[in-house]
């Protein structure tokens, strides 16, 4: 069932926001089990409350983990920023465990449904 619901910042969410993890694997790591954790923090936009995290360059594969359930894949490219003078990049396609993330706001902000 895909409730579309936010497990985190809804008027009763199923989670608190430090039980998200947010996990890549150390740089030319061949294994699954060498992950490093990113530290993830709160922003608050004009839009809505979401997750933040600056993310390594050299990653491609980022690994989620709400409280102590199984391992979400997420893999992304990024590209440069036609709009925009100095060189910065962009998410350019995203897959989360496999299938397409849904739609992002401005190429930075992706938004992950769980189907249950």
Excluded: W
């Amino acid at each position: 069932m895909d409730t579309k619901k936010n497990l985190f910042f809804s008027s009763e969410p199923a989670y608190e926001p430090g039980q998200l993890k947010l996990f890549h694997k150390r740089y030319a790591s061949t294994s699954s089990d060498d992950l490093l954790e990113i530290p993830v923090s709160i922003a608050q936009s004009v839009e809505e409350e979401h997750f933040k995290a600056r993310i390594p360059p050299r990653a491609d594969t980022l690994y989620l983990q709400i409280s102590e359930q199984p391992f979400d894949m997420v893999i992304y490219t990024v590209k440069k920023d036609p709009s925009n003078p100095c060189p910065q990049l962009i998410l350019d396609t995203v897959t989360f465990n496999g299938e397409h993330a849904g739609d992002n706001a401005h190429n930075r902000i992706v938004h992950f449904y769980r189907k249950e």
